[in-house]
């Protein structure tokens, strides 16, 4: 369970350096970037809910 949390605290790292640097000048092209790395992270965060159920499971 650990290396799913390190790995989300990677990507939450990931998606905080990439708002404060700005690479991309294009304003539209940077809102795509932002809602796809978003997308990520709820889909992780989502994964991550479905295995500690499953672990939970396991236990009954």
Known sequence: MKKQLYI???LIILFVA???YKP??????????NILFASVLFLYIAYIAYLVLKKINKKD
Do not use: C, R, T
């Not at 991309?24 to 970037?33: F, G, M, Q, R, T």
């Open 24 to 33: 991309v000048e294009d304003d539209k092209l940077d809102a795509i970037i």
């Open 8 to 10: 989300y605290a990677g």
């Open 18 to 20: 990439y708002n404060f």
